[in-house]
């Protein structure tokens, strides 16, 4: 019970004062919903949005994932409130799974955006709503945990969001959001199969238009050992940097 009180507080302290931050609205919300925005109707026919739909959901959860955890952590870290949640008695695993539980409903909300302009306005078919959905939850944990791995290292916003950029970018590019795999140079499609978004966009795709590159079970296997892998990753992290 007391777990389970200090998770709410945790989570409901997380949700009052950092949503609506704005390094989550720039980066978070308007800069994901530009990229829709522009590739929405720039496409006029409904199979240039089905090519699409995939890439701009999973970008809406990546920067909106990472964008969350920049602000939560490092505000707190400077505030030196992290510090007094580490005292609490509480376990580590516990208080990651608090901190990167805002950032998954964060994600998924910010998914919700282009799902709806595809379906509603432009029309857009789904193959498979059940897949998709496991497909963002999926993707929305991973990617928090990617952006917790990163945030813990920084000690300000913008160092946080310069280096979450460092990584973000490039995964634009690498995994499958807008590039198909099999349209990429062979040399790199190693790159892309080391990076845990490429899954999850694989996964989206599938549940789209099933236009999927890889197996759908081996897409949710691998993104379940990242999750895991990651998540205990923020732990050691944690506990090696931060206490004592």
């Not at 949005?49 to 955890?69: D, P, Q």
């Not at 973000?168 to 892309?192: H, N, Q, W």
Request: with cysteine; proline share 5%.
């Amino acid at each position: 019970m007391k777990s389970a009180i200090a998770f709410w507080n945790i989570l409901l302290k997380d949700m009052k004062n950092y949503y609506l931050k704005p390094p989550n609205i720039s980066w978070g919300i308007i800069f994901p919903f530009a990229w829709m925005l522009m590739f929405f109707f720039r496409s006029g026919k409904a199979f240039q949005i089905e090519e699409i739909f995939a890439g701009i959901v999973a970008m809406s959860i990546l920067f909106g994932t990472t964008s969350m955890l920049a602000v939560t952590i490092t505000f707190e870290r400077r505030g030196r409130s992290f510090d007094r949640l580490l005292l609490a008695p509480i376990s580590t695993g516990l208080l990651v799974f608090s901190k990167i539980s805002g950032a998954v409903i964060f994600g998924i909300i910010n998914s919700f955006i282009p799902i709806l302009i595809s379906v509603l306005y432009f029309k857009s078919p789904v193959a498979n709503w059940y897949l998709l959905f496991i497909g963002i939850i999926l993707l929305s944990i991973v990617s928090t945990l990617l952006g917790l791995s990163i945030a813990v290292s920084a000690k300000e916003v913008f160092e946080a969001q310069t280096f979450s950029n460092f990584f973000r970018f490039p995964m634009i590019f690498l995994c499958g959001l807008f590039i198909p795999l099999a349209s990429m140079p062979v040399y790199i499609r190693p790159i892309s199969y080391i990076l845990p978004v490429t899954y999850g966009v694989d996964i989206l795709k599938y549940s789209i238009s099933k236009a999927n590159y890889l197996f759908v079970w081996l897409d949710i296997i691998v993104l379940i050992i990242f999750c895991v892998g990651l998540f205990y990753f923020s732990i050691f992290n944690i506990r090696k940097k931060w206490i004592v």
